[in-house]
């Protein structure tokens, strides 16, 4: 519902033919070489998908900030940024075309605004996304990365299928079913809802 909330006022911005990526990095199992896989794999998608664009948020953390400024931060084409707030960051994956991650909580809010993600992880706690087909388990390995990076932008096709599955997290109906339950257990008059399915 959150998610939902605070995208709600907000326009998609978008120039003709441009390709934004959004891009978060954090986790210790993707500090050292594995970021700078991932990074990598950031420089050939550049160069692979016309107009393409990268916004990235870097982590407070010196380790992840440091590898993240020596590898990408002379590229213009990459956005190296400061973290948001909420607010912001949400407005960041509703304007992006594609979200490249290894937060767990981006990977649950992506799909409520119809976004495919590609998941930095070898594994993950929240397997949802990817049985949905909303996001792709890639880990660092940077040819998976790009492969799958470069179809979703080319692929119109499949860009649509991936960004139209169902959200396995809800539908943003979680706080007015509350609301209407707790209205009929009290016997007053409740919206009727569909379930979540």
């Known amino acids: 519902d959150a998610i939902l ?20 990095t954090h986790r210790r199992e993707n500090w050292g070489d594995p970021q700078r896989a991932i990074c990598r794999a950031v420089k050939r998608i550049v160069d692979a ?18 590898v993240l400024q020596q590898e990408l931060g ?19 994956m509703k304007s992006s075309d594609l979200i490249l991650t290894d937060s767990g909580g981006v990977q649950e809010e992506a799909p409520a605004l119809g976004k495919p993600v ?17 996001a792709f388990l890639v880990g660092a390995d940077e ?3 790009v492969a799958e990076a470069v179809s979703l932008l080319t692929d119109r096709a499949r860009y649509a299928s991936v960004a139209q599955a169902r959200n396995p997290y ?8 509350i609301v209407a339950h ?16």
């Open 5 to 24: 909330q605070a995208t709600s006022d907000d326009e998609e911005p978008h120039n003709e033919g441009e390709r934004t990526i959004l891009v978060t």
């Open 49 to 66: 998908v016309p107009g393409a664009r990268v916004i990235l948020p870097m982590h407070r953390n010196p380790v992840v900030r440091e």
């Open 74 to 92: 002379a590229d213009g084409r990459v956005s190296l940024i400061e973290p948001p707030d909420y607010w912001e960051f949400a407005r960041l």
């Open 118 to 134: 590609l998941v930095l992880r070898r594994e993950t706690e929240r397997p949802e996304g990817i049985d949905a087909g909303n």
């Open 143 to 145: 040819d998976k990365i």
């Open 170 to 177: 809800g539908d943003g109906l979680a706080a007015r079913r």
């Open 182 to 197: 707790l209205r009929k257990s009290l016997c007053l008059p409740a919206e009727e809802l569909p379930a979540f399915s």
